[in-house]
C-alpha cells in the first residue's frame, strides 16, 4: 500500500514537472514584439540628457535588438543545456536568425559607417565589439554566447557616446550613399539566401546557373547541370524561424536608417522605396495561427507557410536590389 502511494506521488510530481516545463517553453517560445524605433531612441536620449546625432538611431537600434537576444522571456536560449529550452528549436532558430542581421550591420558599422574612406583608421569600439559577436551561438561554456554578446553591446553603448561628445571627434557615422550601398549589398545575400532555402521546402529541381554570363568562369569543384534541392522535412520549421528573425531585425534596422540617412534617400528621391521595403517585412511579421509549421505544396490542400515567408522576402529582396540601383545613380 505504501509503496503504491509512494509511486503514485512519483508519478504525479513527475506529471507536474512536465506540464511546468512545457507552459514555460510555450512562454518562452513567443517571439518578441517590434518595438518603435524613434521612441527608443527618444528614451534614450532623454536618459542619458543629449541630443541624436547622425548615426545615434542606427546604433540605438542595433544595441536595442541585440539586447532583445538577452532580455526576451527566457533570456538566450540557443545554447542552454538544460530543459525546457534544450528541446526548443524555432525561438533558437530565430534568435540566428536576428544574430546574422546583427553581425552584418556591425561589420558595415566597423568597415564602412564609421570610417570617412578606406585609409582612415577604424573605431576602436567597433573594432572590439565586432569580433564579440562572432562567438559560436551555441557556445556556454567560458567564454559564453551571453557574456560576449554582453561585452559586444557594452562597445556600442561606448561608440554610441562618442558620436554625442562634442568635445571629442573620434568617434563618427558617414551617412552617405557609398557607405548604404555596403550594407544593403550584404543584406541582398542574406536575403536571397534566405528565399532559396525557404523555396525548397517543396522540393524542386533547378537548372546549374553558377557560372552564367562569364564564358570563362571556372569553379573548384564539378556540379550537375540540374540541381535537386529540398529541405529536410525536420528542419523546415528551423529555417521559417530563422527567416522571420532575419526580417523582424532588418524591419527595425531599415527604420533606422530611413532616420539616419534621411538627406541620402530624399536627394535620391529613395525614401518610398524604403517604406515599400518596410511594408514588405511587416507582412512577414504576422501572427502564425497554426500550431505547427505547415508545408503543403505549392498549389496542394494544406498551406505551406515557407513559400509565403519566401515571397515576402523575394519581394522585398528584389526591392532592396532596386533601391541600391538609385543610390548608385549621381
Not at 130 to 154: F, M, V
Not at 192 to 207: D, H, N
Request: proline fraction near 3%; hydrophobic fraction near 40%.
Amino acid at each position: 500500500m505504501n509503496m503504491s502511494i509512494s509511486a503514485k506521488s512519483v508519478f504525479g510530481v513527475l506529471g507536474s514537472i512536465v506540464v511546468v516545463l512545457y507552459l514555460i517553453g510555450v512562454f518562452w517560445s513567443f517571439e518578441p514584439s517590434e518595438f518603435d524605433v524613434r521612441e527608443q531612441v527618444t528614451q534614450d536620449a532623454t536618459a542619458e540628457n543629449v541630443a541624436p546625432v547622425i548615426g545615434y538611431t542606427t546604433t540605438t537600434t542595433l544595441i536595442r535588438v541585440t539586447e532583445t537576444l538577452l532580455d526576451k522571456p527566457g533570456g538566450y536560449l540557443a545554447n542552454d543545456a538544460l530543459p525546457p529550452s534544450v528541446f526548443l528549436d524555432n525561438i533558437p532558430s530565430w534568435e540566428f536568425g536576428v544574430l546574422e542581421m546583427v553581425r552584418d550591420m556591425a561589420l558595415v558599422m566597423r568597415q564602412e559607417f564609421s570610417r570617412s574612406q578606406s585609409q582612415s583608421r577604424e573605431d576602436e569600439f567597433l573594432k572590439l565589439a565586432q569580433p564579440q559577436l562572432n562567438i559560436d551561438h551555441t557556445s556556454w561554456a567560458i567564454p559564453s554566447a551571453e557574456s560576449e554578446y554582453g561585452k559586444a553591446i557594452k562597445n556600442f553603448y561606448n561608440y554610441r557616446r562618442s558620436l554625442t561628445n562634442t568635445e571629442s571627434q573620434s568617434a563618427q557615422f558617414y551617412a552617405r550613399a557609398d557607405n548604404l550601398r555596403a550594407w544593403l549589398s550584404e543584406v541582398e545575400k542574406r536575403l536571397g539566401s534566405y528565399s532559396q532555402r525557404l523555396s525548397a521546402s517543396v522540393g524542386r529541381e533547378i537548372v546549374n546557373t553558377d557560372l552564367a554570363g562569364d564564358s570563362v568562369a571556372q569553379q573548384s569543384t564539378y556540379t550537375s547541370s540540374n540541381l535537386a534541392v529540398k529541405t529536410s522535412w525536420w528542419k523546415i520549421d528551423n529555417e521559417f524561424y530563422e527567416a522571420r528573425g532575419a526580417c523582424w531585425a532588418l524591419l527595425h534596422f531599415l527604420k533606422a536608417i530611413e532616420i539616419d540617412f534621411n538627406d541620402v534617400l530624399e536627394n535620391k528621391n529613395a525614401k518610398v522605396s524604403v517604406q515599400q521595403i518596410i511594408r514588405e517585412l511587416e507582412a512577414s511579421q504576422q501572427s502564425v495561427w497554426s500550431p505547427m509549421i505547415l508545408n503543403g505544396d505549392g498549389f496542394g490542400v494544406l498551406a505551406n507557410h515557407s513559400l509565403v515567408m519566401a515571397n515576402y522576402i523575394s519581394r522585398a529582396n528584389a526591392a532592396l536590389i532596386d533601391l541600391n540601383e538609385l543610390l548608385s545613380k549621381g
